[in-house]
């Protein structure tokens, strides 16, 4: 095959990356996502649907989702400007990437922990941004002298993201160590990516007033809306105007606006209900993973959790097996400290039930150590 000439003006870094695009699978239980699985009731549905009947498809949407900006900065207490929504926080996460990209003479740099989620790392490398990655403690902890030095290798970090909850270790780390790491960076930038916060009730580092070098992320993904793809951030005064440049206008649809308005005024009764509910399958789930024989479930502050299986080979037999029955889970045993382990999410009660009955037939002496 012959390679067209104009190859050569392709990144070099995006030949080793992946394409992240995931076939849909028909499933019995889809706990591969992080998802919130409760389903609307049919009410809210419906109300949904007579929202979206009014609005004009002929029309292009608020330019950067103004009515929306300004319930989401309501319930954090701050002025509109300081909200920017993008199409998920993936979307986001690249305008911080390319805001903050560094100048030639001066190559930017990200520092992630890891394990942590996938984009912030997948992001960079797509703009040619060099990330350092701090591998967590074997408890899934922030490694905190690791990250020190990582922060201040050559002229500093640009970008640094902490995911709290973190995906794919469910961990919520110590809310110290980040205070600490912000204060003792000032010449980074902080992502404090609250994405998963709402399976951690209480726990929040939101406040008015975080330090000029933080900027505060979360989604609705994780509270019954990932369809919409709506993300949104709070961002310190200077980067406002920054990220505002390197967004696109419209970029989140009229449909999601509309959709994500009606939610966040009439239904957080029903979303609270829904999450209620599955903060209590959470538990469910993590009872059904420790009958798994010499398994270890680790801490679960976000809506999945994470088990390590013994012998670590165990795992991608499993995940396999279980996705042959249409239970679909992570397998992430190839992850940095995650050897053997699988990431399962917190599915609606009739899918945990799902899960058990698989987990038995699939694993020799499921339930037999149960105390
Ligand atoms: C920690 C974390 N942040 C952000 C996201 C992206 O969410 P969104 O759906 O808003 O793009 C995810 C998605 O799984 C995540 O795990």
Not at 55 to 68: A, M, Q, V, W
Not at 104 to 121: A, C, I, K, Q, R
Not at 163 to 190: C, K, Y
Not at 225 to 251: E, F, I, K, Q, T
Request: hydrophobic fraction near 45%; charge should be neutral; glycine fraction near 8%.
């Amino acid at each position: 095959m012959t390679t067209s000439q104009w190859t050569r003006h392709l990144r070099p870094a995006l030949a080793g990356l992946d394409v992240y695009d995931i076939e849909p699978l028909p499933a019995k239980a889809r706990l591969a996502a992080n998802e919130l699985a409760e389903p609307w009731p049919m009410e809210v549905v419906q109300e949904i649907g007579k929202r979206v009947a009014q609005i004009e498809l002929n029309r292009y949407p608020d330019t950067s989702g103004r009515k929306l900006r300004a319930l989401l900065a309501q319930r954090h207490g701050v002025e509109p400007d300081a909200v920017v929504i993008g199409c998920g926080s993936d979307e986001l996460i690249g305008f911080l990437l390319t805001a903050l990209g560094g100048r030639p003479s001066e190559p930017s740099f990200l520092v992630v922990p890891t394990p942590t989620f996938h984009m912030y790392g997948h992001a960079a490398r797509c703009r040619g941004i060099g990330v350092l990655e701090v591998p967590l403690t074997e408890e899934l902890e922030l490694d905190e002298p690791l990250m020190h030095e990582a922060l201040d290798v050559a002229t500093g970090a640009a970008l640094c993201f902490l995911a709290r909850p973190n995906n794919p270790t469910s961990s919520l780390w110590d809310a110290a160590v980040i205070e600490r790491l912000i204060a003792q960076h000032p010449g980074t930038v902080f992502v404090l990516d609250e994405a998963y916060t709402s399976y951690a009730p209480g726990s929040t580092l939101w406040r008015a007033g975080l330090p000029d070098n933080v900027v505060y992320m979360s989604t609705l993904s994780k509270i019954g809306l990932a369809g919409l793809r709506v993300g949104y951030c709070v961002a310190p005064p200077a980067l406002r105007r920054p990220l505002n440049v390197v967004r696109n206008p419209y970029n989140v649809s009229a449909t999601s606006q509309a959709i994500a308005e009606l939610v966040l005024t009439k239904f957080e009764g029903v979303q609270k209900a829904m999450l209620t509910r599955s903060l209590a399958a959470r538990q469910k789930l993590v009872g059904l993973l420790g009958k798994i024989p010499r398994a270890k479930v680790f801490p679960a502050h976000a809506n999945f959790a994470v088990v390590r299986l013994d012998p670590a080979g165990e795992a991608t037999r499993v995940a396999e097996a279980l996705a042959q029955r249409g239970v679909l889970v992570k397998d992430a045993s190839a992850l940095p400290r995650l050897a053997g382990c699988l990431r399962v999410g917190v599915g609606t009660n009739a899918e945990l039930d799902v899960l058990a009955k698989a987990l038995a037939e699939v694993i020799p002496g499921y339930g037999a150590d149960a105390k």
